[in-house]
């Protein structure tokens, strides 16, 4: 490892930023779908929010853009999640736009989610589809 992550970078501290057009439904999205704690709002003023992300030292930080279109895609943080499906009908009961699971057999399964602003939000589990190792 080299000295920047041995020496001088803080492994308990890790930010992850996404890009959003409104602050508030952004918050109400992350806080109350995906039950995230709010950490720290500076609102629109500041525009800039910071919800824990569930392990420790991670945080999601909601950035106020205040001209422009939002990119989605810019970025993308991955849950792992112990029941993909189940995951998946709770996104869906809660009217989260949703992409097809994407099954590699042997290795992952992935769903991937979108935010109110267009940003994908990955959930990954162990390998739904296996097959016999020829």
């Not at 996404?18 to 995230?36: I, N, P, Q, S, T």
């Not at 042997?106 to 020829?134: Q, Y």
């Amino acid at each position: 490892m080299s000295e920047l992550f041995e020496k001088l970078v803080r492994k308990d501290s890790i930010y992850f930023e996404l890009d959003v057009k409104d602050l508030e439904r952004a918050k109400e999205f992350y806080h109350r779908v995906l039950g995230l704690e709010v950490t720290w709002d500076g609102g629109d003023e500041v525009g800039w929010c910071q919800l824990d992300l569930p392990v420790p030292g991670t945080r999601l930080g909601l950035n106020l853009l205040r001209e422009g279109e939002v990119t989605p895609g810019s970025g993308i943080i991955y849950f792992d999640t112990l029941d993909l499906d189940k995951t998946e009908r709770y996104l869906l009961e809660h009217k989260v736009k949703t992409e097809p699971i994407n099954d590699i057999p042997n290795m992952v399964s992935i769903l991937i989610a979108h935010d109110p602003d267009g940003n994908r939000i990955g959930f990954i589990s162990e390998p739904r589809v296996k097959t016999k190792k020829t």
